[in-house]
């Protein structure tokens, strides 16, 4: 079945420091991933995408992706963390449905991310 | 700036009434989604549709239907609220292709009493 996964229900962190939220994978095929961040009482934003090519996809709010096809994995970097960072993470894979060319997604459960001064 | 708007931020409505929720987009997107979103559950696709009249079920589809009689506009339809309705509920629009992102609007959070 394919499936994402995002194994923390939230990360802490301090402000300036590094973050990491995890992600991985089960598709048929291509991955397709994505990355949405959800602020408080707002809709999803896009934040970046891996269709192919450099395994480090940059993104909006300088935030990083690194994909790891031997892991299955797509992890959401920033190399120093804000305060206003803190949001509910998602993580998506374009489902695959035969040939359909619909773009549907699967997305995770999300992780919260805290980042405290 | 893709510009997705839903009818209403916030609802309120009692067991046994039909509810409307409204979404349009304004980037000529061919596809359009509904989803709802549940603490711990992530979001869970309701319906979408790939073009004017045409829907296709999600994964949780029951007690729920659908309408987009213009490009712009995707509806969902709760035709007798239940309890189990009460959810935060997404709208979402992108270009027909693999590889392009969804956009998605503020949300409408949904109370059934």
């Known amino acids: 079945a394919q499936s994402v996964a995002q194994p923390e229900d939230q990360v802490n962190v301090a402000e300036g420091n590094p973050l990491t939220v995890k992600c991985t994978y089960s598709v048929s095929g291509n991955p397709y991933l994505f990355w949405y961040v959800q602020y408080p009482n707002r809709g999803l934003q896009f934040l970046l995408k891996y269709i192919t090519g450099d395994n480090l996809v940059k993104g909006s709010y300088g935030f990083e992706a690194e994909f790891n096809k031997s892991q299955t994995s797509f992890h959401l970097k920033k190399p120093s963390a804000l305060v206003s960072d803190s949001a509910l993470y998602f993580c998506?894979?374009?489902?695959?449905?035969?040939?359909?060319?619909?773009?549907?997604?699967?997305f995770g459960q999300g992780t919260t991310l805290q980042v405290k001064p | 700036d893709v510009k997705v708007t839903q009818s209403s931020r916030y609802l309120v409505k009692r067991t046994g009434e039909k509810v409307f929720l409204e979404c349009v987009q304004d980037?000529?997107?061919?596809?359009m989604f509904w989803y709802r979103q549940d603490p711990g559950l992530g979001l869970r696709l309701i319906y979408f549709?790939?073009?004017?009249?045409?829907?296709e079920k999600g994964d949780i589809p029951e007690g729920y239907s659908v309408s987009r009689e213009k490009k712009e506009r995707f509806s969902l339809i709760l035709e007798s609220a239940s309890t189990n309705q009460t959810s935060m509920y997404l709208c979402a629009s992108s270009f027909l292709g693999t590889y392009n992102e969804q956009f998605f609007g503020p949300g409408t959070r949904l109370t059934v009493l």
């Open positions: 998506a894979v374009r489902l695959y449905y035969g040939s359909s060319n619909t773009g549907k997604l699967i």
């Open positions: 980037m000529d997107h061919e596809n």
């Open positions: 549709s790939y073009d004017v009249k045409m829907k």
